[in-house]
């Protein structure tokens, strides 16, 4: 392109590795590049929209964030069928490493400032490599940190809300696995990650009355504090159901990235 500049690629390279050497990336630097665009958008089907991003990075356009989410739910979506299924192929993501993935490569453009009408809060330099309770005086704190930081992302109440109901969803589901021998009859619920508003309001609940079968309630804060999230948003109202599958699996696969358990969950989770 003839209005690119040195300077431009300069700050596409300094900004990925910038994020390398963030410690929320530090065991995860593998996954700051552009080879994502690759598995979005494979050269057969795709090498329009390929190219089309590609010259809206290294040049001065802006991308519809609305364009790309589909095309990033279609690997989630896919990554999670698999691990619901037990399938593990080689060469291919699983579906923690596709949610990070995918949360690295949407971090990268919001730190580019690449999205058109969009994330015009930024995000912060991610210089936790895990969120502990002993950093912070409760467990409210320690997400309300990590929603800041991530302000680009969690700009409303309703994101924050499908966030927690995937983390409470993912600790239910490791709780089952160590209940009931790998066994985690929860995951039917989640519906190959094709859930709607109603889906995500009916879930609390029902995950709520499952803590409390097994007889394990120390989520209740992280209950209650959903459930506030989802009252302040009047049940979602504002939330877009493309944003559904990224803010679900952003809550379960950043569960790995929160340490608040009691001597009592520990033994309970080793499933984490």
């Keep these: 392109m003839k209005d690119v500049y040195p300077s431009t690629f300069k700050k596409i390279y300094d900004t990925l590795e910038e994020i390398k050497n963030m410690d929320f990336f530090s065991h995860m630097d593998y996954l700051v590049n552009l080879g994502y665009l690759n598995m979005l958008f494979n050269s057969k089907d795709y090498n329009k929209y390929f190219l089309d991003i590609v010259d809206k990075i290294i040049g001065k356009g802006k991308i519809e964030y609305k364009f790309l989410i589909p095309f990033i739910n279609s690997k989630l979506k896919e990554a999670f069928t698999k691990e619901e299924k037990d399938e593990f192929v080689k060469g291919e993501d699983n579906y923690f490493t596709a949610t990070l ?13 690449k999205f058109k009408n969009k994330g015009i809060e ?3 330099d991610m210089t936790f490599e895990m969120w502990k309770l002993e950093d912070f005086n409760s467990k409210e704190e320690v997400f309300e940190d990590y929603f800041n930081k991530n302000k ?3 700009d409303t109440d309703s994101k924050k809300a499908v966030f927690m109901i995937g983390y409470l969803s993912k600790k239910l589901i490791n709780l089952q696995a160590t209940q009931e021998g790998g066994r985690k009859p929860f995951m039917s619920n989640l519906n190959g990650l094709n859930l709607s508003k109603k889906d995500l309001a009916r879930l609390l609940p029902k995950i709520q009355g499952k803590f409390m079968e097994y007889k394990k309630e120390y989520y209740n804060e992280e209950l209650l504090y959903t459930s506030q999230y989802l009252i302040n948003s009047n049940n979602l109202n504002d939330l877009s159901n493309l944003d559904i599958p990224l803010y679900f699996s952003l809550g379960m696969n950043m569960v790995k990235k929160f340490d608040l358990n009691t001597k009592e969950e520990e033994v309970d989770n080793d499933n984490e």
Excluded at 101 to 113: E, G, N, S
Aim: charge should be neutral.
């Design 101 to 113: 993935r995918a949360y690295t490569f949407i971090y990268y453009l919001y730190k580019l400032d």
């Design 122 to 124: 930024g995000v912060e």
């Design 152 to 154: 680009a992302f969690f």
